[in-house]
């Protein structure tokens, strides 16, 4: 398993500065948090580190530069995302969703073993595996996003606001996951915004603001509620 | 019959039209698949199939034999396919589609020209095939054998390519692709590769069509085929433009209207042919913007 390291990453669209100086590490079995208000530039990260942002500084996985990658080629290389949104493929089968995520494995074979780890994870997806993908739940299709995104069994997998918009008896679900997920020694970089859920749950969480790292929170910060709304608005 | 029998049509006109169906729902197919994968629409498509058409014919001139042209009408269109993704399609790639739009437009007077400047504007004739437009006899109908073929053609060429789409990792790569590259791209699908596929199936298709129209137009002219693209263009946005299967129907559909207009209008008015199949169109598309056989909100996002 390869950690990833960011180091100065700036992120601009045009005249929008979305990313400023940015600098985090995500090491092997440990979840980071990046949490903000909107438009503090946490999507934009993940973009930048996807390859699909304009950015400058370095994106490293494993020591090896990214920068330049094609998307395809930094998926391919062990970084697997789980969009905003999801990004679910509605018209294809559970299955299909699935096989895509197959796309980016490193080396043949081993994939029914990929299938069945994420299957054990999320047995719904199993169960479903033979519908359409648009006829799952909001919360069914979060699971799959995520099971998809796992069957390239990647290095590191970075969310973006998977909670969102889903009942709180799925977001317990998908957060179990994640711990599950660390435990296999996955690098997880998650951003969200149920702040106090995410600080508890993460190694360290990046607070961002204006897209400038702000503090840097550990598990034992989740119930202090007044740095975090410090951190916010500063 | 008694209504068809007044406007003059006959089961012969019925088979003709359907060939003639077949063949433009290769072409909406061609232009679909390129469509799914890069948002382009390609109007060179037509110049393709003219490429493929002077292949065959530079062959029967050479007395080649069948086969023969039949491998070079291929080779050529396939070759020119993968050009045009080359040192058109992915430079541009990312651009607005209506820059996209106008190199296409570039692309195809270019060869057109080029074909004008080779072959001079009479053209040349493409004779190897021709005797598939001999009749055959069914139950006191008179077919030509080209009518046949062109639908058992098409419908071969259909099924392989739902097996190609529906059963092959590399299928359902463009089917994603076509309908979120952007997140296919970051699940680990390669965009050259599924591009290029989308390229190449559709140069094949180009020259299933140029084999198809030489047997029924032997003679091959730079223009060769270029207003059959723009009633298959007009078919395609009729039919719903990034689904394989609306854009096929919507290609048989304006191929089969055209072929019973033509056969049903009397010589002297069916010059007139293209300006009721595009007052259809007019109409059919202010109905339903989306196309007549698409789902939902199929309309091209760009």
Redesign the interface.
Known sequence: MNGLVVRHLDVRYGGVHAVRDLSFEVAPGEIVGLIGANGAGKSSTLHAIMGVAPATGEVLLGGRSLRGRRPEDVARDGIALVPEGRRIFAELTVEENLRLGLAARRGRGGAGAALRGVYELFPVVEEFRRRQAGALSGGQQQQLAIARALVAEPDILLLDEPSLGLAPTVVDVVFAALAAIRDRGIGVLLVEQRAQRTVAASNRCHVLANGELRVTLGPENADDTETMVAAYFS | MTMLAIWNIDWQVLADATALGAVYALMAVGIGLVFGVLRLVNFAYGQLVMAGAFALALASQWGWPQWAGIVLCFAVVLVLSMLMDRLVFRPLRGHSPAVMLVATFAVAFLLQSIALLWFGPLGKIATSLAYLNRPVTISHVDIRKITIVAVLVAVLCLVALALLLERT?VG??M??SS??F??????????NRVIGMAVLVSGALAAVVAIMLTVQTPLVTPDFALRDTIIVLAGVVLGGMNRPIPATLGGFAIGFASGLLGGALPTNQSQYLPTFLFAAVILVLLVRPGGVFARGNAVERV
């Open positions: 990792t359902l790569h089917r994603a309908m979120d952007q997140t296919a791209r970051m699940l680990g699908v390669r965009a």
